[in-house]
């Protein structure tokens, strides 16, 4: 029988390990952005982050093999069966040894070609970004090879490993930019060389760890070939899904780039970073719920599943507002004050970005149950379909005329058609409750996202720009934000639930100090 009090305190635990891990590494990456942005300059950095997202872009495939790995792993946990769960694993190795090798070849091939003759990069530099693309390319290939054990460590639900490893890679992030400003070298190519290096290092760590502490990461050739057969059949189908969304985030960066050049690509850079730092915050909680729900619905525990796929959409998007909202309020100044020098296009690419991010984060359970049935045909067609038709229209748009900032448009409209069309599909595949979903998730947040902006757009519109005013604007939006979501967003049973867990951490506390 399991135990369901016991699955949400395993949630809490592994959410609390992952939550030490972002703030740490936020902080960190924060100070090193400033300092790698000083370092390499406007230019260079536009050069790093478009060179670097064409990498990603090409590297789709991957991104749907990851996906498959980890819902095999964790699906087969759920089950009981770690005979099945090697099987899976030893599988997924080879799958990523042979993606690897293809795409190097893709890289060594067109990627090349489209580096040197399409993209906008002053000519000057064009050795730089060659030396980016390259190390890059083989970053890229270390870490692919290391996402079955990296999904072994989240399938396992050893959140705290995962944690300490994303510490220390943080760490070492900090001494590679201090290493740059003692060296005399070019800027570009030696921080592409020691992040090299860093990848490395992390997926040796990764590897170690794996094969010491779980029986189910032991390579072996096995005969039957239905485990590999079904990882490359989930794949192929992710693809379509992986691709959609790569294209809408990198697939529009190079369009920037070339209609309007690195200087653009600097400011989307800083605003994806902010905003994935943010949203690690969610990720975290996501990583540490997901495999609940895959492990239910394996179990056919339907109704266990669809509170957890509610649940965390609604506590998702609650944790993306509290530190999103004074962000997007006091953007200017917060940007002014991390960066000194901030460049154009950047705030309102923020902005845009964090309002499609509390967009996309509703549909984030409800992936995690589609990938966990796995008849997934024709929900990647119509949804990773609905997906592609960003950067087509993007490009035409830009064509037209329209300034960069109507890609993100573009992105807001495709990301609440996406929504939809999941509900429908979920609820032909698994009679999911629409709307459930609707009432207990939609109208709720958009409930406590009208209440919370109240008072901190109101001071923020009423104060004189101050870095003491912003405090204070800062200081509202969290205490309102919180305030809201307790109040008006959690149930009674979640608020005792939470409330429980966190009187047991204090106790734990004290009686460890005495």
């Known amino acids: ?58 590297a789709l495939i991957s991104g749907s093999l990851t996906t498959a790995t980890q819902r095999f792993i964790t699906f087969e946990l759920g089950k009981g069966d770690n005979s099945r769960s090697k099987e899976i694993f030893s599988a997924a190795l080879i799958a990523h040894l042979v993606i690897g090798i293809g795409m190097l070849l893709l890289f060594e091939s067109l990627g090349v070609w489209f580096l040197n003759t399409k993209l906008n990069i002053p000519e000057d530099r064009i050795v730089a970004a060659n030396w980016v693309f390259q190390t890059s ?38 001494f590679i930019v201090y290493f740059l400003l003692l060296s005399n070298s070019d800027p570009l190519i030696t921080y592409s060389l020691l992040i090299v290096g860093l990848s490395l290092l992390i997926a040796s760590i990764y590897r170690i760890y794996c094969t010491r502490n779980f029986l189910t990461c032991k390579f072996k ?72 729900i895959t492990k239910s619905y394996a179990r056919n525990d339907r109704d266990y599943t669809f509170t957890l796929v509610n649940q965390g959409a609604r506590f998702s998007f609650y944790l993306y507002l509290i530190f999103s909202l004074p962000i997007f309020i006091e953007a ?74 109507i890609t993100y448009s573009v992105n807001f409209v495709v990301y609440i058609i996406q929504l939809g069309v999941r509900l429908f599909l979920l609820k032909d595949m698994v009679e999911f409750n629409i709307r459930s979903f609707l009432h207990d998730v939609v109208l709720n947040i958009l409930f406590v996202l009208g209440i919370s902006l109240l008072l901190p757009v109101v001071l923020h519109y009423c104060l004189t720009k101050s870095y003491l005013n912003t405090a204070i604007v800062i200081f509202s939006s969290l205490l309102s934000t919180t305030l809201t979501i307790c109040i008006a967003g959690l149930r009674y049973n979640e608020r005792e639930k939470i409330l429980g867990i966190v009187k047991d951490k204090i106790s734990s506390i004290y009686v460890f100090k005495h």
């Not at 090879?145 to 900090?174: D, N, R």
């Not at 038709?389 to 960069?404: A, D, E, W």
């Open 1 to 58: 029988m399991i135990n369901k009090s016991e699955n949400t305190k395993r949630i809490a635990k592994n959410t609390i390990f992952l939550y030490g891990r972002t703030i740490f590494t936020m902080l960190i990456t924060l100070y090193t952005s400033r300092i790698v942005l000083k370092a390499l300059g406007i230019e260079d950095y536009g050069i790093y982050n478009v060179v670097g997202g064409f990498v990603t872009m090409f």
């Open 221 to 292: 050739l096995y005969r039957d070939k239905s485990a590999f057969k079904n990882i490359f059949r989930f794949a192929g189908w992710s693809f379509l899904g992986a691709s959609s969304a790569i294209l809408m985030r990198q697939g529009v960066n190079i369009l920037l780039n070339i209609f309007f050049g690195v200087a653009v690509n600097a400011a989307r850079g800083i605003a994806v970073q902010v905003e994935t730092s943010i949203t690690n915050f969610v990720t975290n909680f996501m990583m540490a719920l997901n495999p609940q």
């Open 332 to 405: 200017p100044l917060i940007l002014e004050v991390w960066l000194g020098t901030v460049p154009e296009y950047t705030v309102v690419f923020l902005r845009m970005s964090l309002i499609n991010t509390m967009i996309s984060l509703m549909s984030n359970t409800m992936v995690t149950l589609m990938l966990a049935n796995g008849n997934i045909k024709k929900y990647q067609i119509l949804v990773g379909g609905t997906g592609l038709l960003v950067l087509p229209i993007s490009y035409f748009l830009l064509k037209l005329g329209f300034p960069p900032t």
């Open 137 to 174: 390319v083989i970053s890229f290939l270390i870490t692919l090879v290391s996402i079955p054990y990296s999904a072994s460590i989240i399938a396992h639900e050893k959140m705290h490993v995962f944690a300490y490893i994303g510490m220390f890679e943080a760490v070492m992030k900090l």
